[in-house]
């Protein structure tokens, strides 16, 4: 018998949520930050009769775990969502949650306040009707997924179950990974010296030109290459750089600062090796180049394998709501799955359908929304089904 999902409890809950602000205030000086969805988000779920335990992460930014007990003998299984939005600069009405055309508008609506959503209606649909998975059932509403991650790191570090569903929206095709991503500062080191004194002046930034010759090369050569199965190849560009004081002066230093998106197989440590050979290369053929190389921030790359029981949990749930094949695909960009995977726990990602996400208009499909929440529950009964 299907599962007896409470579409206006989902529905009330998504518009209620999006009504919240919780801009990250990492990302907008006027971000409230995700304490009042982190109250809201506590209060639903103990109301749905879950145990419930809080983390503060970062100061007044709360991680809010639920936790459905298993019957015994089953998998554990983590869902996660992230409560955190980016700001709402050019959006006219950020919070509204107006509901238009079976559309719910508003930040975070898609990315990913209907996920949260979805997680608590299906939580509830199990409580509601008695059913008790095999294994424990826990969700994780966590903080700054859109800035440092502080959330999810905080919940790697204290709980772990046997795979995990991040939530993140996926038009309810399932994603078994996604690419990294480092920043990498590189600085050029000349002489400064008066324009007119070239027997003295050394310009860092003719040096950083021709390093970045060699990277616009590998930039090039990179994406030429097949890459990984899922992921295809990584890429590097240059967003940011800097040199010089005055337009009189030689350049002293030039900074500038390098993205490489990578893949299964690359990682800090590789790329900077790669780009060290550049530098030691222009070194040798100039003793006069001298530059730097110092990783910055990033996360490595997240790949999980088609014939792991969570994803075919969740593909073949997939398959029988929608009636069509779910598709298996890799994401370009970073999410919180790179933490779960690293600390032992195979995650797939899946949500909702909708648009906008980090635009001026946003929205998300709600019946794709209805939908996603009986994908999850049948994902969660087959995953944690005792014997599984």
């Known amino acids: 018998m299907p599962l007896s999902i409470d579409h206006d409890y989902i529905t009330r809950t998504l518009v209620d949520l999006v009504r919240i602000n919780s801009v990250n205030p990492s990302l907008a000086a006027d971000g409230a930050g995700e304490g009042e969805i982190a109250a809201y988000i506590e209060g639903a779920l103990r109301r749905i009769g879950l145990d419930v335990e809080t983390q503060e992460p970062l100061s007044g930014r709360k991680n809010v775990i639920g936790m459905l007990p298993g019957a015994g003998g089953g998998r554990s299984l983590m869902l996660n969502a992230h409560t ?119 310009d860092a930034n003719t040096m950083m030109g021709r390093l970045l010759v060699e990277i616009e090369k590998l930039a090039q050569d990179l994406i ?83 014939d792991a029981p969570i994803v075919q949990a969740v593909s073949q749930a997939a398959q029988r709501i929608r009636g069509v094949d779910p598709g298996f695909y890799g994401e370009k960009w970073w999410m919180d799955s790179a933490l779960l995977g690293s600390a032992g726990i195979e995650t797939v990602i899946i949500g909702p359908a909708g648009g906008g996400a980090h635009a001026a208009v946003e929205w998300v499909e709600l019946d794709s929304v209805m939908m996603f929440t009986r994908i999850l529950a049948e994902a969660t009964l087959d995953f944690c089904r005792a014997g599984g």
């Open 84 to 202: 955190d939005t980016v700001g709402v600069e050019g959006m006219a009405a950020p919070f509204s949650g107006d509901i238009r055309d079976g559309r719910v508008y508003g930040r975070g609506a898609f990315d990913m306040k209907a996920s949260a959503a979805a997680c608590l209606g299906m939580l509830k649909a199990l409580v509601d009707e008695g059913i008790q998975p095999g294994g424990d059932v826990y969700f994780t509403a966590v903080i700054d997924e859109e800035a440092g991650s502080a959330g999810t790191e905080a919940i790697v570090a204290n709980y772990h179950a046997d795979a995990a569903i991040i939530t993140e929206p996926t038009g309810l095709r399932v994603c078994g990974g996604h690419r990294g991503f480092w920043n990498i500062e590189i600085t050029t080191t000349g002489r400064a010296a008066h324009g007119s004194h070239y027997e003295t002046g050394i």
């Open 224 to 306: 030429t290459q097949a890459g990984h199965p899922l992921l295809g190849p990584s890429s590097v560009h240059v967003p940011l750089i800097q040199g010089g004081t005055s337009r009189y002066v030689y350049a002293a230093q030039c900074r500038a600062e390098l993205e490489w998106r990578s893949i299964p197989g690359e990682d800090r440590d590789s790329m900077v090796a790669v780009l060290q050979a550049f530098v030691d290369r222009l070194h040798t053929a100039d003793p006069q180049f001298r530059a730097t190389i110092t990783p910055l921030f990033g996360r490595d790359s997240y790949a999980v394998a088609p």
